[in-house]
């Protein structure tokens, strides 16, 4: 079949040609603005925890001194701040990844609890300590909750999008994946 061959197909063929590639943009489009979305609901979730991360760190520092009598309370959190960290920092370079976040989602609740129990462990010397804290941390915890919550809510519309007929032909020929919600 020549070049003279393929301009005698009938008009109905290159209708509809024109109609799949013109689909195919369309939809491959449509999963990458999905995407974005989410990979930038994930970026703005890091940033806050980053913050949060700060705000543990210079609460934190002064308590887990060896002179102060509730080291032991406050070096709970390094550990689990430090694996936060750790997967926080691996889940960013590949946001979506399931793996990733199965791992980041963990540290996360990790971390939760041993702030929660770091901050009720406080002794009644440091009460003041405490009873300061306590509100600062439950705003952020509200604020990470809301970001969550967004983020899966993205996730949720490109696992939608992925799994429609027949645009997961599509995500499956160019390599999308669906992904995982925290």
Request: charged share 15%; net charge neutral; glycine share 2%.
């Amino acid at each position: 079949m020549n070049l003279l061959d393929l301009l005698d197909l009938p008009l109905g063929v290159w209708v509809g040609a024109a109609l799949l590639i013109f689909w195919a943009v369309g939809a491959y489009n449509r999963l990458v603005r999905l995407r974005g979305s989410a990979v930038q609901a994930f970026s703005l979730l890091e940033s806050q925890w980053l913050r949060h991360l700060a705000w543990l760190d210079v609460q934190a520092m002064p308590k887990a001194s060896p002179a102060s009598p509730d080291t032991a309370d406050w070096r709970i959190l390094q550990p689990a701040i430090t694996q936060f960290r750790a997967c926080l920092q691996a889940a960013k370079i590949r946001p979506l990844d399931a793996s990733q976040l199965a791992a980041l989602s963990s540290a996360w609740t990790v971390m939760r609890m041993a702030c929660d129990q770091t901050l009720a462990a406080s002794s009644d010397a440091d009460a003041f300590f405490s009873e300061a804290l306590r509100p600062q941390w439950e705003q952020m915890m509200v604020q990470d909750q809301a970001a969550v919550t967004a983020f899966n809510a993205a996730v949720a519309e490109l696992n939608a999008a992925l799994r429609q007929f027949p645009a997961f032909v599509l995500a499956w020929l160019v390599g999308f994946r669906v992904a995982r919600p925290l």
